[in-house]
C-alpha cells in the first residue's frame, strides 16, 4: 500500500539553528500538509498546499516557517531560525482531492528536538 | 473557534468487550468526519471515516454519525490488548483554494485489559 515517507525520524538542532523536514507524499495525491504536534497535546494544523501554492496557514506557521516542492516527489517544511518551543513531532501529510470526504493519509512523522 | 472536544480517558475495558468512544464538534456545517488510531510516539492511522447520519462498520469498527446532535462515536467490538492506543476523532474543514484542514480531538485514551 503507498505510503507518505518522512525523513528525517528524528532531528536534533540547536536553537536558532535551521531545519528542513522532508516528506515524500503518496505520488497520486495533489494536496500536501504539515501538522505538528507537541507532547502530550493535540495534532495541530500547520499549513496545507496545492498546485505549489500555500492553500491555507494556520496562525502557527509564521514568516519562520516556508514550504517547498522543489522537484516532483519531494515536500519540505524549513524553520528558518528554531526556537524551544518549535519541539514537537512534525507529521506530513497528503490527499487526492478536493472534497471534505478525503482522507489524509499521514507519515511516520519528525521528531524535532530543539536545544 | 471550531473545536473538537473528546473525553481523555483512559477508557479501560476488559478484553472482548466493547470501546464506545465519543466525540462532539462545533461546527454545525461539517461534513466528514474521521476516526484516527494513535499509538504512542507514532503517527495517526486512519481507522473510519463516516459522512452520512447513521451507522458506518467496518470489521470491529462502526462509526455513528449525528449531526442534528454534533456527534460521533466510535464502537470497538471485541476490544483486544492490541486496540489500546489513543484514539483521535479529527473533522474536515474548508480552507483555502477548496483544501480542507483536519481539526483534531485531543484524543481519548483506550485500555484493553487482558
Known amino acids: 500500500e503507498p505510503e507518505v515517507t518522512q525523513t528525517p525520524s528524528h532531528q536534533v538542532t540547536q536553537m536558532g539553528q535551521e531545519v528542513i523536514l522532508r516528506c515524500v507524499p503518496i505520488?497520486?495525491?495533489?494536496?500536501f500538509y504539515w501538522y505538528r504536534q507537541i507532547l502530550g497535546q493535540k495534532v495541530e494544523f500547520l499549513v496545507s498546499f496545492y498546485n505549489n501554492e500555500i492553500s491555507e496557514k494556520s496562525e502557527i506557521f509564521d514568516d519562520q516557517f516556508s514550504v517547498e516542492r522543489p522537484d516532483g516527489s519531494n515536500f519540505t517544511l524549513k524553520i528558518r531560525s528554531t526556537k524551544l518551543e518549535d519541539s514537537a513531532m512534525y507529521f506530513c501529510a497528503s490527499s487526492t482531492g478536493t472534497y471534505s470526504n478525503q482522507p489524509q493519509h499521514f507519515g511516520d512523522g519528525t521528531r524535532l528536538s530543539i536545544l | 473557534q471550531k473545536e473538537v472536544e473528546q473525553n481523555s480517558g483512559p477508557l479501560s475495558v476488559p478484553e472482548g468487550a466493547i470501546a464506545s468512544l465519543n466525540c462532539t464538534y462545533s461546527?454545525?456545517?461539517?461534513?466528514?468526519f474521521f476516526w484516527y488510531r494513535q499509538y504512542s510516539g507514532k503517527s495517526p492511522e486512519l481507522i473510519m471515516s463516516i459522512y452520512s447520519n447513521g451507522d458506518k462498520e467496518d470489521g470491529r469498527f462502526t462509526a455513528q454519525l449525528n449531526k442534528a446532535s454534533q456527534y460521533v462515536s466510535l464502537l470497538i467490538r471485541d476490544s483486544q490488548p492490541s486496540d489500546s492506543a489513543t484514539y483521535l476523532c479529527a473533522v474536515s474543514s474548508r480552507g483555502g483554494r477548496s483544501s480542507y484542514k483536519l481539526i483534531f480531538g485531543s484524543g481519548t485514551r483506550l485500555l484493553v485489559r487482558p
Open positions: 505520488s497520486n495525491h495533489l494536496y
Open positions: 461546527d454545525r456545517g461539517s461534513q466528514s
